[in-house]
């Protein structure tokens, strides 16, 4: 019998874990998973002979490399700071790592030692990251492989609400880690190339400057630039393409009023609000907003950002309830980031039978015996309820799939390594397809950059 070792089992670990236990019984599987808690763990095990739950502090150095060095493989799905530690656990007791989360520094560092053990320690394998390198990578592949000529790669993907479950105005509920979606496009500009342009959009111009994007079979979106697009130049070996954009999927719509949030400060993570467990939703609004002795706060800020009080805008506000005087945000030592996280959970959280949705979508724009070409590959995924999302099922399938495939030494090339070679992204991409993870893949007319596209 294989032990398999699953560390944390938060909201993306359902799919993940149901995954592996219809295969314990054809694969002779032994699933232990370890968290902190183990209440979400035995329900998603629902007592399968196969699976178990452990308390576990990822802290605690001697029952976690117990736990490591008695696993034949190790899931790591706790938050990315901590995967380094499990990683060199791995490494001393020789076993292999799976993760859905960005390579760090940290974790390349590792990348000489896993190869001298034959250790495959794979990243980047759930969604986004993940699903995304493979699908745009076995485009890619294909594409260069008849000599063509690439001009163009862009690649869009978010999680959203699904339409039958999309009750407010915002057209967008939380499918994944609350704090990421409030501190989304932080950290520096996004940087990417369009035309052999370089462009750069500081973080107070992120979400007003958006390109629109029709999905086949799913509708009419926006997209806001990722961070740094740039890099995956040299990840994909497309080092002189002349356009390369990566971006985030939301609703029309959606940007324009997040871009209040913005403009206000109010998600800045960098100091903490005194005396923030008292304040009312009123009062956090009114700290960002000049005094007035006669002034309402409605009226202040309606002023600041000139919003008409018919405009759109203003009834996204108002169905918040931000201006509520009597509820409190009631989190201590609070940043502004996390006392809006704490209101906007109050209205986006998935409800028990709600759905959600993700969207990918990739262009690929090349020349090949003097014509320009264009491919349009599509991705709509949607959740079966709170628990069984979309986004648990796009980043967890990925994840248990190469876990097996590097289990059976299906994939076995060592390293610190993403899932863009062939070895791993053909199986799992075709294997995905039984769980209705597929691409609309058609040609279109070549269209380049269109500059007419983006707003702002």
Same mark, same amino acid.
């Given at each position: 019998?294989?032990?398999?070792?699953? =560390?944390?089992?938060?909201?993306?670990?359902?799919? *993940?874990?149901?995954?592996?236990? %219809?295969?314990? %019984? $054809?694969?002779?599987?032994?699933?232990?998973?370890?968290?902190?808690?183990t209440?979400?763990?035995?329900?998603?095990?629902?007592?399968?002979?196969?699976?178990? +739950? =452990?308390?576990?502090?990822?802290?605690? #150095?001697?029952?976690?490399?117990?736990?490591?060095?008695?696993?034949?493989?190790?899931?790591?799905m706790?938050?990315?700071?901590?995967?380094?530690?499990?990683?060199?656990?791995c490494?001393?007791?020789?076993?292999?790592?799976?993760?859905?989360?960005?390579?760090?520094?940290?974790?390349?560092?590792?990348?000489?030692?896993?190869?001298?053990?034959?250790?495959?320690?794979?990243?980047?394998?759930?969604?986004?990251?993940?699903?995304?390198?493979?699908?745009?990578? #076995?485009?890619?592949?294909?594409?260069?492989? !008849?000599?063509?000529?690439?001009?163009?790669? $862009?690649s869009?993907?978010?999680?959203?609400? +699904?339409?039958?479950?999309d009750?407010?105005?915002?057209?967008? !509920?939380?499918?994944?880690?609350?704090?990421?979606?409030?501190?989304?496009?932080?950290?520096?500009?996004?940087?990417f190339?369009? $035309?052999?342009?370089?462009?750069?959009?500081?973080?107070? #111009?992120?979400?007003?400057?958006?390109?629109?994007?029709?999905?086949?079979?799913?509708?009419?979106?926006? +997209?806001?630039?990722?961070?740094?697009?740039?890099k995956?130049?040299?990840i994909?070996?497309?080092?002189?393409?002349?356009?390369?954009?990566r971006?985030? =999927?939301?609703?029309v719509?959606?940007?324009?009023?997040?871009?209040?949030?913005?403009?206000?400060?109010?998600? %800045?993570?960098?100091?903490?609000?005194?005396?923030?467990?008292?304040?009312?939703?009123?009062?956090?609004?009114?700290l960002?907003?000049?005094y007035?002795?006669?002034?309402?706060?409605?009226?202040?800020?309606?002023?600041?950002? @000139?919003?008409?009080?018919?405009?759109?805008?203003? %009834?996204?506000?108002?169905?918040?309830?931000?201006?509520n005087?009597?509820?409190?945000?009631?989190?201590?030592?609070?940043?502004?980031?996390?006392?809006?996280?704490?209101?906007l959970?109050?209205?986006?959280?998935?409800?028990?039978?709600?759905?959600?949705?993700?969207?990918?979508?990739?262009?690929?724009?090349?020349?090949?015996?003097?014509?320009?070409?264009?491919? $349009?590959?599509?991705?709509?995924?949607?959740?079966?309820?709170?628990?069984?999302?979309?986004?648990?099922?796009?980043?967890?399938?990925?994840?248990?799939?190469?876990?097996?495939? =590097?289990? @059976?030494?299906?994939?076995?090339?060592?390293?610190?390594?993403?899932?863009?070679?062939?070895?791993?992204?053909?199986?799992?991409? !075709?294997? *995905?397809?039984?769980?209705?993870?597929?691409?609309?893949? !058609?040609?279109?007319?070549?269209?380049?950059?269109?500059?007419?596209?983006?707003?702002?």
């Amino acid at each position: 019998m294989k032990n398999i070792l699953i =560390i944390g089992a938060g909201k993306s670990s359902s799919s *993940l874990i149901k995954y592996l236990l %219809d295969k314990s %019984d $054809e694969e002779n599987l032994q699933i232990l998973i370890a968290d902190i808690s183990t209440n979400n763990a035995e329900k998603l095990i629902n007592n399968h002979p196969n699976g178990r +739950a =452990i308390i576990l502090d990822v802290f605690d #150095k001697n029952q976690r490399e117990n736990l490591i060095e008695n696993s034949d493989i190790v899931i790591s799905m706790l938050p990315a700071r901590f995967h380094t530690e499990v990683a060199k656990d791995c490494i001393t007791f020789g076993k292999h790592m799976v993760t859905a989360s960005y390579i760090s520094e940290e974790m390349k560092a590792l990348d000489q030692a896993a190869k001298e053990k034959g250790l495959v320690l794979m990243n980047e394998i759930g969604l986004d990251p993940g699903l995304d390198h493979m699908s745009a990578m #076995k485009i890619l592949d294909r594409v260069k492989e !008849k000599g063509a000529k690439m001009l163009l790669f $862009e690649s869009f993907c978010g999680g959203l609400v +699904a339409p039958e479950s999309d009750t407010n105005l915002w057209n967008y !509920k939380f499918t994944w880690n609350p704090r990421n979606v409030v501190l989304a496009g932080q950290g520096g500009a996004a940087m990417f190339i369009q $035309e052999n342009t370089y462009k750069y959009i500081p973080y107070q #111009k992120l979400f007003r400057r958006t390109e629109f994007l029709n999905i086949s079979g799913a509708g009419k979106f926006e +997209a806001y630039a990722n961070r740094d697009s740039l890099k995956y130049r040299s990840i994909y070996s497309l080092e002189n393409i002349p356009t390369m954009y990566r971006g985030t =999927i939301r609703k029309v719509g959606f940007s324009r009023a997040w871009n209040i949030f913005v403009q206000l400060g109010m998600t %800045d993570d960098s100091y903490t609000i005194e005396d923030s467990e008292n304040m009312s939703y009123r009062g956090f609004v009114n700290l960002f907003l000049a005094y007035s002795p006669s002034d309402s706060v409605e009226l202040k800020l309606r002023s600041y950002l @000139k919003i008409d009080q018919d405009d759109i805008m203003w %009834d996204k506000l108002l169905e918040l309830d931000i201006f509520n005087p009597n509820k409190k945000i009631g989190l201590k030592n609070a940043t502004p980031a996390q006392m809006l996280q704490k209101i906007l959970e109050d209205h986006w959280t998935l409800q028990e039978d709600d759905k959600d949705m993700i969207v990918m979508q990739h262009l690929f724009g090349y020349e090949i015996d003097g014509e320009k070409k264009q491919i $349009e590959s599509s991705l709509t995924v949607i959740g079966e309820n709170q628990t069984y999302t979309a986004m648990a099922k796009t980043v967890g399938l990925p994840v248990g799939i190469a876990t097996l495939k =590097i289990l @059976k030494g299906e994939i076995k090339t060592p390293g610190v390594q993403i899932p863009i070679s062939k070895e791993v992204y053909e199986p799992i991409l !075709k294997e *995905l397809e039984n769980y209705g993870i597929t691409f609309d893949e !058609k040609e279109v007319p070549y269209l380049g950059y269109n500059p007419n596209n983006v707003m702002g």
